[in-house]
C-alpha cells in the first residue's frame, strides 16, 4: 500500500485524488491541532477526520467555525479509548522546548514530555501511519538525543521511522520556515516517497487580496 505517493510535491491550490484503500477513505486524528494546518492538507487529499484536540480554547474554537468539528482539550485528559480507532495520526506537538528562541531544555521542559501522550495514543490505537512535525532544532537539539528518543520510541511500537528537515520556501509559500517532519508508517505500507522537487514560490502579490473584504474591518 502506497501512503500519500506524490502529494506533497503537488502546489497549495491544485486539488488532489481523493486516498482510499480498498474503496474506503482513510481516517486520521489531529492532535494540537491548533487552527487546522494539518486538517487542510488532509482535506485537500481526501481524508476523513474523526476527532482533533487542542488546550488552546481559541484555536478550538476557530478550527470548530472553520470546519465544524469540535476539538476536545487538553490532550493529558483525554483517555485514549476515548479517541476514535484511525488510518492515520497527525501531530504538531508544542515546539517551546526545542526551539531556537526557547530555552531548549527539550524533554526536562513538562510541554516537551507531550511527544510521550502522542506514543501513548500510537501504542492504544495503532494507526496504519503518523506524521509528526516540530521546529528544526528538534533534530539536532542535545546532540541528537531528542530525535533518537523519538524515533526509537516509535521503532519501539514496530513503526518504520524517518525524518527530514523541509523549508516552506521550497514548496510555494514566500516564508522561509523550516521544520522537522517525522514520518512511521507500519509494514503494510510501502516506503514513504519523500518530496523531490521544488514547488515555486508565489509571491506576497500574487497571495495578498488587492480589495480585501470590509467585513474584516469591523474587528
Not at 487542510?40 to 472553520?66: K, M, Q, W
Not at 476536545?72 to 531556537?100: T, V, Y
Not at 520556501?169 to 516506503?191: C, S
Request: hydrophobic share 40%; glycine share 6%; net charge negative.
Amino acid at each position: 500500500m502506497t501512503l500519500l505517493n506524490g502529494a506533497f510535491e503537488k502546489s497549495a491550490d491544485v486539488t488532489l485524488p481523493s486516498i482510499r484503500v480498498n474503496g474506503d477513505r482513510l481516517t486520521y486524528v489531529d492532535l494540537f491541532c491548533g487552527i487546522g494546518g494539518f486538517h487542510i492538507a488532509a482535506s485537500r487529499l481526501g481524508l476523513e477526520p474523526v476527532f482533533a484536540c487542542d488546550i488552546d480554547d481559541e484555536a478550538r474554537t476557530t478550527y470548530e467555525h472553520n470546519f465544524g468539528i469540535a476539538p476536545m482539550g487538553d490532550i493529558l485528559e483525554i483517555s485514549a479509548a476515548d479517541i476514535p480507532d484511525h488510518d492515520l495520526l497527525f501531530a504538531g506537538f508544542p515546539c517551546q522546548p526545542f526551539s531556537i528562541i526557547g530555552k531548549k531544555d527539550g524533554f526536562a521542559d513538562p510541554r516537551g514530555t507531550l511527544f510521550f501522550e502522542i506514543a501513548r495514543i500510537v501504542q492504544a490505537k495503532r494507526p496504519k501511519a503518523i506524521v509528526l512535525e516540530n521546529v528544526k532544532q528538534l533534530a539536532t537539539l542535545q546532540q541528537g538525543a531528542v530525535i533518537r528518543r523519538i524515533t526509537d520510541d516509535l521503532t519501539d511500537l514496530d513503526y518504520t521511522v524517518d525524518y527530514r528537515i523541509f523549508n516552506a520556501l521550497n514548496f510555494g509559500l514566500p516564508q522561509k520556515r523550516e521544520r522537522t517532519i517525522i514520518v512511521a508508517t507500519l509494514a503494510e505500507f510501502d516506503e514513504f516517497p519523500w518530496p523531490t522537487k521544488v514547488v515555486p514560490m508565489k509571491s506576497l502579490e500574487e497571495i495578498l487580496e488587492p480589495r480585501p473584504n470590509p467585513y474584516f474591518h469591523n474587528f
